[in-house]
C-alpha cells in the first residue's frame, strides 16, 4: 500500500464513547500531522509530530489525544466528544519542510 | 504571521470556460503547493512550484509562481465538470514544520 492510509473512514460515535483514529504513512517521511476540516470552513491544524516527538499543539481541547508510537504511524484518541467536534479528520505526512501529503480523512459524527 | 489570500473565493462557470485562481501573500515562501480537493476526501497535492517565476503545466492546468515568491496562481483552460473541487494553496511555515493553507477557492463546472 502507499501514499498517507486512515481508518476508519466514517466514524459515528455517542458523546460518551471512546474511539481512536488511526493514520499509517507509506512515504518515508519524518512528520505527521492532524487537521480537523469543518463544513465550509479552512483546515485548522491540531497535532504536528517530528520524528514521534510533538512540535505543535494548537490548543486542542483535552478530550483529544494524539499518540505517535514511531515516525510511520499517527492515532487520534477521542473521548467525550461533543457534537460540535464532527468534523473531517486529515491526516497529512511530510519530509522535513517539503509539501505534505494527506489521507483521504474519517468522517466523524457525534450523536 | 504568514497569510495567503486567495480569490476568488467562489466560482461557477459553464464548461469550456478558463479560469484564473489567485493565491496571495505579503511574506516570501521558500515554496507553495496547490492542492484540489474533493468532498469527503483528503486534499490531493496537484503542484509544487519553488523557483520564482517558474511555470508547470499539468494537462490543462497551468501553475505559476510569482518573481519575488509571493504569489501564485492556477489557470486552467477548458474547464471541465471533473474540474469541480475546492483549490488550496499550501506554504511552509518558515523554520516551522507547519504548512499554512489559503482560504481556498470553491469551483463549480457546470455541464
Known amino acids: 500500500e502507499t501514499g498517507v492510509t486512515q481508518t476508519p473512514r466514517h466514524l459515528v460515535m455517542g458523546m460518551t464513547n471512546k474511539k481512536s483514529l488511526k493514520c499509517e504513512q507509506h512515504?518515508?517521511?519524518?512528520?505527521m500531522y492532524w487537521y480537523k476540516q469543518s463544513a465550509k470552513k479552512p483546515l485548522e491544524l491540531m497535532f504536528v509530530y517530528n520524528f514521534k516527538e510533538q512540535t505543535e499543539n494548537n490548543s486542542v481541547p483535552s478530550r483529544f489525544s494524539p499518540e505517535c508510537p514511531n515516525s510511520s504511524h499517527l492515532f487520534l484518541h477521542l473521548h467525550t466528544l461533543q457534537p460540535e467536534d464532527s468534523a473531517l479528520y486529515l491526516c497529512?505526512?511530510?519530509?522535513?519542510?517539503?509539501?505534505?501529503?494527506f489521507g483521504p480523512g474519517t468522517r466523524l459524527t457525534v450523536l | 504571521t504568514q497569510l495567503l489570500e486567495q480569490s476568488p473565493q467562489f466560482l461557477s462557470i459553464q464548461e469550456g470556460e478558463n479560469l484564473t485562481v489567485y493565491c496571495n501573500s505579503s511574506s516570501v515562501f521558500s515554496s507553495l503547493q496547490w492542492y484540489r480537493q474533493e468532498p469527503g476526501e483528503g486534499p490531493v497535492l496537484l503542484v509544487t512550484?519553488?523557483?520564482?517565476?517558474e511555470v508547470k503545466k499539468l494537462k490543462r492546468l497551468t501553475f505559476q509562481f510569482g518573481d519575488a515568491r509571493k504569489d501564485s496562481s492556477l489557470h486552467i483552460t477548458a474547464a471541465q465538470p471533473g474540474d469541480t473541487g475546492l483549490y488550496l494553496c499550501a506554504g511552509p511555515d518558515s523554520g516551522t514544520y507547519k504548512y499554512i493553507f489559503g482560504t481556498g477557492t470553491r469551483l463549480k463546472v457546470l455541464a
Open positions: 497529512a505526512s511530510s519530509d522535513y519542510y517539503n509539501e505534505q501529503f
Open positions: 512515504l518515508g517521511h519524518n512528520a
Open positions: 512550484v519553488v523557483t520564482g517565476g
